[in-house]
């Protein structure tokens, strides 16, 4: 058996779709958020940015609200997602194929945002 991990901390970019789908086991919680990560390309900072899907446990946990009423998974949240890669496969309208990459969360957590210093060369 083949299996793919992956492991990403980032910011949560956008919002945070939530829906409920119907299984053989009941009602199950879907999300599904963006993942933006920074990184320094030829003297410049650029993005990039990760689908993250998360179902049931998981997906519930993430959005639960916090003690003073926040959610978990708001823009601009600092998160470190775990889980495995997985392709999508569809066709569009046109009837051309498409595919893209998503991580399947199994595991959210919210990480203390990063306080940068003045000698840091990070993009503000």
Do not use: H
Request: charged share 30%; glycine share 6%.
């Amino acid at each position: 058996m083949r299996y793919t991990n992956v492991q990403i901390s980032g910011d949560v970019f956008g919002e945070v779709e939530s829906r409920v789908i119907k299984t053989n086991k009941g009602d199950m919680q879907v999300i599904q958020f963006t993942v933006a990560i920074g990184r320094k390309e030829k003297d410049q900072w650029t993005n990039d940015y990760f689908t993250v899907k998360a179902f049931g446990k998981t997906a519930e946990y993430a959005t639960t609200p916090m003690k003073d009423g926040t959610l978990k998974l708001a823009q601009r949240n600092n998160v470190f997602v775990s889980g495995e890669i997985q392709q999508e496969k569809w066709q569009d309208q046109s009837g051309n194929k498409r595919s893209k990459v998503v991580i399947i969360a199994n595991k959210i957590e919210l990480v203390e945002a990063y306080k940068a210093s003045a000698d840091d060369d990070l993009p503000a």
